[in-house]
């Protein structure tokens, strides 16, 4: 007994004898690396920090911040900045991580008890010079009476003095499943909480920072919830008696005026979406958006689809508190939204032909023949034209059949495009042959 006590017991004084050896070196490059950023950041703002906090969970990082931007009159002041592994080892292994070229297989950033003035440069009066606005800014103050847009000013009168919150962004690599985790978790006091989680689907693990930065990402999950955490009421009240109207009654006029403005601008939201934004404007709560997709999906594909199949493609579901929101109804018109938004680029039609491929005589001529959705596993490389429910059509190559989807690609201006069309959306299907 007392030989195996004399065991833990050197167990122990190694152990700590390793944890301060580990802690000293994380404090000491933690500061080194803390005095470079400030160094780095003097031609923009004036920086400075209190001290070095580290846990022996897995976080370090520096604490008492304070940032004084040289392009603005404000000051921004932070409790903690901290970086978080998994645990104290995973953190030593990040510097032998990064100087291999490789991302470790978690990490995130935190910010703890950011301030921010609501009279300072930042987020004071709103400037006075005209600056370009487009028809989707300043939505939430449509209604308002003679309140056009919210800035520091509005936001006082409406009780606020200062943003006191937090905010943690990271990611997660999961090898096993090709799988990138990303996970943004935000929380300003009495205003609202956001948390947004995103699963992207990679061809294979990153093996390299490079590789993390170029990849295509292929969406195959996401969760967004948005918590009210006072301002609804707030703002409310206020917008309520600036427009001299019940509460209820600027709800309705607000909610109208911001329909009237999309569909202006090439965006109609059908009454169940309408109805939802309503419901959270006067019960708080929460506001919740899954996306599902059926098979991971490049999100640049989503503005060549119809709106109707956006929806069924992303597999999308919302909830306003416990209530399931049935209508998802929805529908764009590109050129508009393009327009609306300043950009020079406008849609392609739905119907894109391929350039056509010279071909060697053959006695046969070839041709569109109708073929059943069901067979079109049997005509993968082959071109096809297929219609949609929606009355789309895309004209392409088979790529592949699997488990109730057909993917194809179509020719754009500047390359190509790979779409994923559910099997059960397409009402009709010709292949060449």
């Known amino acids: ?224 919830v948005l918590r009210d955490d006072g301002f609804n009421a707030l703002r409310n009240n206020y917008c309520a008696v600036k427009a001299g109207k019940t509460i209820p009654d600027y709800i309705a006029d607000h909610v109208r005026l911001v329909a009237e403005r999309l569909r202006a601008n090439g965006i109609a939201l059908g009454p169940g979406l309408l109805e939802a934004y309503r419901r959270y404007l006067t019960e708080g709560g929460h506001l919740t958006v899954v996306a599902n997709p059926p098979v991971p999906i490049d999100p640049a594909e989503l503005q060549f689809y119809a709106a109707e199949d956006v929806v069924k493609l992303l597999g999308l579901t919302l909830q306003v508190n416990e209530t399931a929101v049935a209508d998802l109804s929805i529908a764009w018109d590109a050129a508009k939204v393009a327009e609306a938004l300043g950009s020079e680029a406008r849609p392609e039609p739905d119907v894109v032909e391929t350039p056509p491929v010279r071909q060697q005589p053959v006695i046969v001529r070839q041709d569109y023949h109708p073929t059943p959705v069901g067979e079109l596993g049997r005509h993968v490389g082959r071109n096809a034209r297929l219609q949609t429910t929606t009355g789309a059509q895309y004209l392409g190559r088979l790529d592949a059949v699997a488990e109730g989807v057909v993917r194809i690609t179509i020719r754009r201006s500047g390359g190509t495009v790979t779409l994923s069309l559910r099997a059960g959306d397409i009402t009709a299907a010709e292949v060449v042959y």
């Open 1 to 224: 007994m007392r030989k195996l006590m004399n065991i833990l017991l050197v167990v122990l004084v190694a152990a700590l004898l390793i944890a301060g050896g580990v802690g000293g070196y994380l404090w000491y490059s933690t500061k080194q690396q803390a005095d470079q950023i400030v160094m780095m950041a003097q031609p923009f703002a004036e920086i400075s920090y209190g001290g070095i906090v580290l846990s022996p969970t897995g976080s370090t990082g520096v604490k008492q911040v304070r940032i004084m931007p040289h392009f603005v009159n404000d000051i921004i002041t932070i409790g903690t900045i901290q970086l978080n592994a998994p645990n104290i080892l995973a953190l030593l292994d990040i510097r032998r991580h990064l100087s291999q070229g490789n991302p470790p297989p978690a990490l995130s950033l935190s910010f703890h008890d950011v301030e921010l003035s609501l009279h300072g440069g930042l987020l004071g009066p709103a400037p006075s010079q005209v600056q370009h606005v487009s028809p989707f800014d300043n939505l939430d103050a449509l209604g308002c009476g003679p309140v056009t847009r919210f800035s520091g000013a509005e936001w006082q009168e409406m009780g606020f003095e200062r943003f006191v919150g937090n905010l943690e962004v990271g990611y997660r690599l999961d090898a096993a499943r090709n799988r990138l985790e990303l996970r943004v978790d935000s929380h300003t006091r009495n205003w609202a909480a956001l948390n947004l989680d995103i699963g992207l689907a990679v061809a294979t693990s990153p093996q390299s920072v490079i590789d993390l930065a170029s990849f295509t990402p292929q969406l195959a999950s996401l969760r967004f």
